[in-house]
């Protein structure tokens, strides 16, 4: 089974600022990476895929990067509706599909 | 649009049984591999079974294994997660997701239900 780790557990960025997100697997997984954003109270949603494809309606604020066990997610300039908890998940070696523990990102 | 929605959900005493649904609209459901993929309550999310869009295939996470059944019934859109032998910790909120076309090999979930609550307890 392919572990996948995030870092930080907790992100505390201001409006407007950056903000990296990063994910580790325990091997390789090409680039069968994806990033989905949950809200409170809400289903998860998906963002990023194959790495650094945005999904549909996705801002360009959203990009993703990285191939093989490392990984990063990076929204450039924070939004209020962007405060939220996000997962990295792999679909390269089934099964399991795997998940990250996720990282939420709150207001500093 | 695509949509998912789940039923089924509730409160069940440990040992007992519950069957998950999830209505699929919007897309051409028989075309689609899905997954049950929970959440317990505070946690992250745990991948739980796929099915493949013949129903030809399907997996289980160990966790799982030997007490769920996924199936689906392609000419009325629908997605099935049997659940027996409950236990307390498969406390959670139950979500279908879309997952790869066909024979893709590998894809991301890009569609997601609002998700259905089972609690296990006496």
């Known amino acids: 089974e392919i572990v996948m780790t995030q870092s930080p557990a907790t992100l505390s960025v201001s409006p407007g600022d950056r903000a990296t997100l990063s994910c580790r697997a325990s091997?390789?997984?090409?680039?069968?990476l994806a990033w989905y954003q949950q809200k409170p109270g809400q289903a998860p949603g998906l963002l990023i895929y194959?790495?650094?494809t945005r999904a549909t309606g996705i801002p360009a604020r959203f990009s993703g990067s990285g191939s093989g066990t490392e990984f990063t997610l990076t929204i450039s300039s924070l939004q209020s509706e962007d405060f939220a908890v996000y997962y990295c998940?792999?679909?390269?070696?089934?099964?399991?599909?795997?998940f990250g523990q996720g990282t939420k990102v709150e207001i500093k | 649009q695509v949509q998912l929605v789940e039923s089924g959900g509730g409160v069940v005493q440990p040992g007992r049984s519950l069957r998950l649904s999830c209505a699929a609209s919007?897309?051409?459901?028989?075309?689609?591999?899905m997954h049950w993929v929970r959440q317990a309550p505070g946690k992250g999310l745990e991948w739980v079974a796929v099915?493949?869009?013949?129903?030809?295939?399907?997996y289980y996470a160990d966790s799982v294994k030997g007490r769920f059944t996924i199936s689906r019934d392609n000419s009325n859109n629908t997605l099935y997660l049997q659940m027996n032998s409950l236990r307390a910790e498969d406390t959670a909120v139950y979500y279908c997701?879309?997952?790869?076309?066909?024979?893709?090999?590998?894809?991301?979930?890009?569609?997601w239900g609002q998700g259905t609550l089972v609690t296990v307890s006496s």
């Open positions: 099915i493949w869009y013949d129903g030809s295939n399907k």
């Open positions: 919007g897309f051409i459901f028989s075309t689609y591999g």
């Open positions: 997701a879309r997952g790869a076309f066909r024979t893709t090999i590998s894809a991301a979930f890009d569609y």
């Open positions: 091997q390789s997984v090409s680039s069968n």
């Open positions: 998940q792999q679909y390269n070696n089934w099964p399991p599909w795997t």
């Open positions: 194959g790495a650094s």
